[in-house]
């Protein structure tokens, strides 16, 4: 592929932040934007000045275009890139990648027999810092994995889940879930990549301060394939926002990172210490505009696994993050809600 990757992008609610992510992105154009939405799809048009489908249809018979970016409600995911990968067209599928693991199966074989590429929006693990963690554990820096425990105190204010196009989010039919499946799922994707595969689950959720159908919090107890055991806390109640919080220890070292930034870093050469927390190291600072406004975020990590497609194409390799190995994440999510509801220890 010698032009430039022509990407589109669906659903233009956290559609707009594709937009805006490949325009800064090498190798690839937005070519055009789709939304039923009329108003919404004017507003990108306009401001990308690029063609807009209001039919679905219509887009994947537009030429112009290689690859989509899948942002529709989560529980569509894989309704629309099934669609998408029989047009013969490369996919950026929004997290989660669906929010049931059928559904996952059935992409993943629309996507194989098709022969496209699909690159997952996880993009935490194209963060430099969280590469060199994982770099330093596979590199047995850490050991034996003992102990793995994540937390993500966000906020989320009430009118994120009203409103026209926001009353889908916080419901187990389209949104999967609350704060674990929709906030929670770069977290718990961090800590199974980081301490490995999940063997079994328990856990407690509830509705403490929003009026949604799914959870706004959630504790669980992780086992992990290793025998490690961990502990996860998810929550959209908490003002002020706090981080997103790992500590991982093992037989040989461990780490704390709050954030972007290390707290603590004992793994590896003392050389090798001192240069992380050199880079890493510092005070945290809060994103509280995301409290309000999910959309106010960065956009370099979509940036990052929309480039990463482009160059899996070009190099006739997989995207760093398949639908493989977005699949255990969401196995993880509905093992948990599967714990909460039964009061039991649902294993993998």
């Not at 592929?1 to 659903?11: D, F, I, N, P, R």
């Not at 990308?48 to 209001?54: N, T, W």
């Not at 994995?145 to 994120?160: K, V």
Request: glycine share 10%; charged share 25%.
């Amino acid at each position: 592929m010698s032009k430039e990757l022509g990407v589109a992008v669906l659903g233009l609610g956290m559609g707009m932040h594709h937009c805006e992510a490949i325009t800064r992105a090498k190798g690839v154009t937005l070519a055009a934007v789709c939304d039923h939405d009329e108003e919404r799809l004017r507003a990108a048009v306009t401001k990308y000045d690029v063609k807009g489908h209001l039919k679905f249809k219509d887009l994947l018979k537009d030429s112009s275009i290689d690859a989509v970016c899948v942002c529709t409600e989560s529980g569509t995911h894989a309704k629309f890139g099934v669609r998408v990968a029989e047009a013969g067209k490369h996919l950026v599928m929004e997290k989660p990648v669906e929010i049931r693991t059928d559904r996952i199966d059935a992409l993943q074989e629309a996507v194989k027999q098709a022969r496209v590429k699909c690159a997952c929006v996880l993009q935490s693990r194209l963060d430099p810092l969280n590469a060199a963690i994982k770099e330093a554990i596979d590199a047995g820096h850490m050991g034996n994995t003992i102990g793995a425990h994540a937390c993500l105190p966000w906020y989320r204010a009430d009118d994120y889940y009203s409103g026209p196009h926001g009353s889908w989010k916080g419901t187990w039919k389209l949104d999967g879930g609350g704060s674990l499946m929709n906030q929670g799922i770069h977290t718990v994707d961090l800590l199974q990549w980081f301490a490995g595969p999940v063997k079994s689950v328990f856990g407690f959720h509830g509705v403490f301060n929003h009026k949604i159908e799914a959870e706004d919090q959630a504790v669980a107890v992780l086992r992990f394939k290793s025998g490690a055991l961990g502990t996860l806390y998810t929550t959209t109640c908490s003002s002020p926002e706090g981080s997103q919080r790992f500590h991982l220890y093992g037989t040989k070292g461990s780490f704390i990172k709050s954030g972007e930034k290390l707290e603590l870093y004992e793994m590896g050469p003392q050389k090798t210490r001192e240069n992380m927390l050199k880079m890493h190291g510092g005070p945290v600072q809060r994103a509280d505009a995301a409290a309000k406004d999910p959309m106010a975020l960065e956009t370099l990590g979509h940036t990052r696994t929309i480039e990463d497609l482009a160059n899996a194409i070009r190099e006739k390799r997989d995207p760093i993050v398949t639908i493989d190995g977005a699949r255990h994440s969401v196995e993880i999510v509905l093992g948990v809600y599967k714990a909460c509801r039964t009061g039991k220890e649902v294993v993998l």
